[in-house]
């Protein structure tokens, strides 16, 4: 039987359409669980999808339910389960924060000695309140936990922040961010050389898409007498492409630049003589 690689992705929520995209951008095709599905099988690579609630995904790849699993680092610092991480993905970036009304006044970590704490993470926050000698009481809630000091249901919250929007809204202030995370796609300790395998050909081509996503091509017209000082402002692969213009005197130059370099470089190349500067992307780029 043909060995197929069998990877968990969160159903519904904030995690799926980035983890989705990464797949198809891979060049991996399949039905998504938008259609309604729970499973669905990539029609061009050895791939099966199951679609779950995120909770649910360290612990199937935990029992080899699941042979790897995109899920965010809270989810799995908080369940403690026996799988690594295999590769950080960069989305679905947020911390989880220490929070208390708005007004509180605040001088540190030890301010919530025999407080109430509500949280949906337990074991993040009891190991960090450890880890600084404080002994606070942890309300352990699933949902909605901004709304608890408002309720009376406790002094503070543990909980996930990006821009800390609901944290306003809901009249509280951030004091202390304890974790960082983002997505991250799990696996066991150890596959067996067949799955190793698929796995070594999936993680190939999302090197390649992280890639070409931080890399743009760039083109550029230069007079022939500016160019070596255009070229040595451009970081390419290897030296840049410079071919002649149909215009006497002038060329064009074709190279690869990392984003943020370029616009540390773009007004240099201006002054130097470039002009008609054109920058695209870059679909997969294999170094
Ligand atoms: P499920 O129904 O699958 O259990 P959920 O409600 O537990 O979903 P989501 O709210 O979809 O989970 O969040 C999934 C993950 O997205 C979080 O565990 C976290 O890693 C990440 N995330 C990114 N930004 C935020 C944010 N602003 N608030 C909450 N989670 C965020
Ligand atoms: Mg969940």
Not at 166 to 185: C, D, P, R
Request: hydrophobic content about 40%; charged content about 25%.
């Amino acid at each position: 039987m043909n060995t197929i690689l069998r990877v968990a992705i969160q159903k519904k929520g904030r995690l799926s359409d980035d983890s989705i995209a990464l797949f198809k951008e891979c060049g991996i095709k399949f039905s998504d669980a938008r259609k309604g599905r729970l499973k669905a099988e990539a029609t061009n690579f050895p791939m099966e999808f199951l679609f779950l609630r995120d909770d649910d995904i360290p612990g199937y790849v935990e029992d080899g339910v699941a042979d790897l699993g995109i899920v965010g680092e809270n989810e799995m610092a908080e369940q403690n389960k026996d799988v690594s991480v295999i590769r950080k993905l960069g989305f679905s970036k947020c911390r989880l924060s220490l929070a208390l009304p708005r007004g509180t006044e605040y001088n540190g970590v030890k301010d919530f000695e025999g407080k109430s704490i509500a949280t949906s993470y337990p074991h993040i926050l009891g190991t960090y309140l450890k880890e600084n000698g404080v002994t606070a009481e942890i309300q352990e809630i699933s949902g909605s936990v901004e709304i608890a000091p408002s309720i009376g249901l406790a002094d503070g919250i543990c909980d996930l922040v990006s821009s800390g929007s609901t944290l306003l809204m809901n009249g509280l202030q951030e004091v202390e961010s304890i974790f960082k995370s983002e997505a991250v796609l799990i696996g066991p300790q150890k596959l067996d050389d067949a799955k190793q395998a698929i796995v070594d050909q999936l993680l190939f081509r999302m090197k390649a898409v992280t890639t070409a996503n931080n890399n743009k091509y760039i083109l550029l017209n230069a007079p022939n007498e500016k160019l070596d000082e255009i070229i040595g402002l451009l970081p390419g692969m290897r030296s840049p492409t410079v071919l002649p213009l149909a215009q006497e005197g002038w060329s064009s130059v074709h190279s690869v630049i990392q984003e943020d370099d370029f616009w540390v470089v773009i007004d240099k190349l201006g002054a130097a003589g470039a002009e008609g500067i054109l920058v695209v992307p870059i679909e997969k780029m294999i170094v």
